[in-house]
């Protein structure tokens, strides 16, 4: 939005400088004419004193005459021809005793004397510079134009520079930033901005509540788990204590998990990038599905010793996700993980998507699984964020068979 007033203030700015330019050479088209006529009506009464001075026998009077009618005598021969030559002849005007002619070069009228009895030709340039006119005047209408714009831009600019740190702030949500905008004047942006700051307040009670709810569950739900693990402790080991000590810990695994998720989706987890093998975290994720090496729902193919640089964490819960959707909706509950040199692959069978494969990148997306499996629908999504956080891509396609793959 501030963008775009920026640029409609500079397509406003531009088209009015072309009208102006316009309005200015149709001013200037205007004075000069009107100069001109104003001029030539004086050239017209000048000439018909001069005759009447030769008429009445005061020839003597003329060149006194002249000067005091603001022209000047051009005595150089070659820029007389030069006016003769190259110069529009206005008028003439036929005395008994010769000829007066006007002429005009260059904005500047010229008068020429032409006696009979003269031995030469004499010349009179007026001082008179309509142009001078025509500058004030458009260097009054420029900076008028000037302190117009002047006045405008930082008006706009007013409005602008509150807005554009309003739009920063607002950008800053996605990186958690969830503070109050501070803004003192009182003027119409500021009812924008104190909507703003009350929905901030209000998504920050929000979040707070539901911070507190989830922390007050996972609270309550670990109090039973650690008492069933000290419960089981004391009874003699068997099979069955083992069975219930991992069902503890595989609940203990999905709370943290849980916990981990919900940072994640808040955007407030912090990444901790160091380098490992992919065998560590393809075993860690395992432990999180609860699931023993060499399981034959698993085919594992090693085509290459990869080492990556990511968040432990993270990454083994992508894997797990991957693993996990694989075996759910896999219309034999198997499935391949395969480890190439710039990628890794998940593959399994089953049928097309139904749907375009971002469609299952969303938030609560889930697919109809073969086993009637069923999560939270974050599968795919956390994978397709994991990826981003990592700057990795996460790809599909389907040939008969599902390809997920995480490219480095």
Known sequence: MIYTLQSKFLFFFALTCLLVVALFISIDQVIKTNSENEELQRQYFISHSVAKLYNLGLGNEVDNYLISANLYKVSESEKILNIISNARNVFTRILDIGYIRCYELDDVFYLQIDLK????????????????NRLILIAGLFIALLVFFTFYYFTLKDIIKPLKKLSVHIKNWNVGNHHIFKYTKNDEISTVIKEVNKLTRNINELIQSRQFFIR?????????????????????????????????????????????????????????????????????????????????????????????????????????????????????????????????????????????????????VRGESTNNTHGFGLGLYLIDYICTLHNFTFAYHYDTRHHFKVIF
């Not at 009895?117 to 001078?132: D, E, F, H, I, R």
């Not at 994720?285 to 085509?303: C, F, H, Q, S, T």
């Not at 190439?340 to 049928?351: F, L, P, R, T, Y």
């Open 216 to 364: 007050s569950i996972m609270h309550e739900l670990k109090t039973p788990i650690g008492k069933g693990k000290i419960l089981v402790a004391l009874f003699e080991e068997s099979s069955k204590t083992r069975q219930l000590d991992n069902i503890f810990d595989r609940l203990n695994m999905l709370l943290n998990e849980f916990n981990k998720i919900e940072q994640i989706l808040t955007k407030n987890y912090t990444l901790n990038i160091q380098t490992y093998r992919l065998h560590v975290i393809y075993e860690q994720a395992l432990d999180m599905l609860m699931i023993e090496p060499g399981d034959a729902r698993i085919a594992v193919k090693i085509n290459a010793q990869k080492q990556i640089d990511v968040d432990l964490e993270l990454f083994s819960m992508l894997v797990k996700n991957l693993l996990d959707n694989a075996l759910k909706y896999s219309s034999d509950g198997k499935c391949e993980f395969v480890v190439d040199e710039d990628k890794i692959s998940v593959i399994n069978n089953g049928a097309a998507l139904k749907e375009p494969f971002e469609y299952y990148l969303g938030t609560f």
């Open 117 to 132: 009895n003269s031995a030469g030709v004499a010349m009179y340039a007026s001082k008179y510079t309509p142009n001078l």
